[in-house]
């Protein structure tokens, strides 16, 4: 397995990419200490390679489009292989979540099969490894409070200011 990484400058600050054989595998927030993919990881057997972007074309070309306002759903491969299968649901629904709309953490958990697991469905937002692709950031509070979010609540609240 290869692993790619570049960083891609964003109106949020340098975004982190890294796919796993062509898909997107985690988005690092500006803010977050998220260091690049170590050369050659024994667990894995992944060796790591910077990437000047042309492999991450793709992505990065999507990521821009969002940003100005000219794409609102997003078409890649996402490799989610790495989260429980909870997690998972959690994250496929998420992207069902209309551009420009929000939900409550509950809702969110009923959609899932899940109703009581409301901090759970936290939990899942908050390690999402793709955030803004698999758009987290759209999940509320209950009380319409935007809890919490990975990248900081300026940047939530930015992202949820830039689908409006």
Excluded at 105 to 117: L, N
Aim: proline content about 7%; aromatic content about 4%; charged content about 20%.
């Amino acid at each position: 397995m290869t692993l790619n990484y570049c960083t891609h400058p964003t109106p949020l600050g340098e975004l982190l990419l890294v796919t796993r054989n062509g898909a997107l595998v985690n988005v690092g927030l500006p803010g977050q200490n998220i260091e690049p993919p170590r050369p050659a990881t024994v667990a894995t057997h992944d060796t790591g390679t910077h990437d000047t972007g042309e492999h991450l074309g793709t992505i990065t070309q999507q990521l821009d489009e969002y940003f100005s306002g000219q794409r609102t759903t997003f078409d890649m491969n996402i490799d989610l292989s790495e989260t429980t299968d909870f997690r998972r649901a959690v994250l496929e629904h998420l992207v069902t979540i209309p551009y420009g709309e929000t939900r409550t953490y509950t809702q969110v958990a009923e959609a899932v099969g899940r109703p009581r697991a409301v901090r759970a469905v936290g939990s899942a937002c908050a390690t999402n490894p793709v955030p803004i692709v698999i758009p987290c950031h759209r999940v509320l509070r209950s009380d319409g409070s935007l809890g919490g979010y990975a990248g900081g609540l300026d940047m939530k609240r930015t992202l949820l200011e830039l689908e409006q």
